[in-house]
Nanobody, 122 residues
Framework: VQLQASGGGMVQTGGSVGLSCSAS????????LAWFRQAPGQERELIAA????????YYTEFVKGRFTISRDNAKNTLYLQMNGLKPEDTAVYYC????????????????WGQGTQVTVSS
């Protein structure tokens, strides 16, 4: 099983970046999916999640209103559209999959992508 995140890069404050996550050896449909991020010197944190049904997503307060998580099961792809980026959004972003009922929580995400760097300059 391998998840592959892509789309990171460098952007100026206020800019936008779109991330994608695809998988090999794992079909997304029955899984809850999420994006995490880890800034230098900090722990990895859950920032957005979407359940297997594609219902109302979960966002942390730090990204709500600026980031949008979505999934396309037909393409086996997870997305994160990030708008209004701030320097504090600089981090390595990871996609992850879970079958745990507590999909809004970090616990239970067992399958991970390798991460993609997003750097926001001021």
């Amino acid at each position: 099983v391998q998840l592959q995140a892509s789309g990171g890069g460098m952007v100026q404050t206020g800019g936008s970046v779109g991330l994608s996550c695809s998988a090999s050896g794992l079909t997304f449909r029955p899984y809850h999916l999420a994006w995490f991020r880890q800034a230098p010197g900090q722990e990895r944190e859950l920032i957005a999640a979407i359940n297997r049904s594609g219902g109302t997503p979960y966002y942390t307060e730090f990204v709500k209103g600026r980031f949008t998580i979505s999934r396309d099961n037909a393409k086996n792809t997870l997305y994160l559209q990030m708008n209004g980026l701030k320097p504090e959004d600089t981090a390595v972003y990871y996609c992850a999959a879970s079958q745990n009922v507590n999909w809004r929580m970090a616990v239970g995400y067992k399958w991970w992508g390798q991460g993609t760097q997003v750097t926001v300059s001021s």
